[in-house]
């Protein structure tokens, strides 16, 4: 079956902590990987995404991740939180329908 | 540009009425789709159109809850009746077009929050 898992529901972060939220997947076949985010009161946008090339992916706002394909896994990091990152985020995968499939969201709370 | 539009943003209805909920998608943007969040989970599609055509309805409850999307722009979402279990925020995305992996990114709308009481 078709899914994915996030390890942490709610994540609490100080200023400039780092920032890692992990990410692991199940699916058959070619995979496309996403990381979204919702920031309180906004719509989901597209923080960033991977579907071939280097596994190593950066995205807006200093965000990056890595898809190692041996774990099944596309951990999100951060190597200094602000207090604006406070946010859910949400790890995506797809294959070449485009339909995507999240897991279950991590709340992240930066503490200033 | 302007974003994906969905109305109401809020909707309170009491259980066995119906509802509807509107969603009008990026300017262009050939294919649109409408999930369901319940939560503390990630949304889960109910159902994907290109163009006019439900090309994946798979998950959508077709007893209670319908769509349509007939002249392939703005689309809307129906159920009927309402259960407790559909409180829920029901969100609409919308894409280029047919799947193309390097560009068919899916934006979505602000969502509706239904509250079944």
């Known amino acids: 079956a078709q899914s994915v898992s996030q390890h942490n529901h709610h994540v609490i972060l100080s200023e400039a902590a780092s920032l890692e939220l992990g990410c692991n997947y199940s699916y058959g076949g070619t995979v496309n990987l996403f990381w979204y985010v919702q920031y309180p009161g906004q719509h989901l946008q597209l923080l960033l995404k991977y579907f071939s090339g280097d596994p190593l992916v950066k995205g807006i706002k200093g965000f990056e991740a890595e898809f190692i394909k041996s774990k099944f896994s596309f951990n999100l990091r951060k190597p200094s939180v602000q207090w604006s990152d406070t946010a859910e985020y949400f790890c995506?995968?797809?294959?070449?329908?485009?339909?995507?499939?999240f897991g279950q969201g991590t709340t992240l709370q930066v503490k200033p | 540009e302007a974003g994906v539009v969905q109305s109401p943003r809020y909707k309170i209805i009491e259980k066995k009425q119906p509802v509807a909920f509107w969603c009008n998608p990026i300017?262009?943007?050939?294919?649109l789709y409408w999930y369901l969040q319940n939560l503390g989970q990630g949304p889960e599609l109910l159902i994907r159109?290109?163009?006019?055509?439900?090309?994946?309805d798979s998950q959508l409850p077709k007893d209670r809850f319908s769509a349509e999307r007939l002249k392939g722009v703005d689309s809307t979402l129906k159920i009927q009746p309402a259960e407790l279990g559909d409180s829920a925020v029901y969100l609409c995305?919308?894409?280029?077009?047919?799947?193309?992996?390097?560009?068919?990114?899916?934006?979505f709308g602000p969502g509706t929050r239904l509250t079944v009481l």
């Open positions: 300017s262009g943007h050939n294919t």
């Open positions: 995305a919308s894409s280029l077009g047919r799947w193309d992996r390097e560009t068919n990114e899916q934006f």
């Open positions: 995506a995968v797809s294959g070449n329908t485009g339909k995507l499939i």
């Open positions: 159109y290109e163009n006019e055509e439900a090309v994946d």
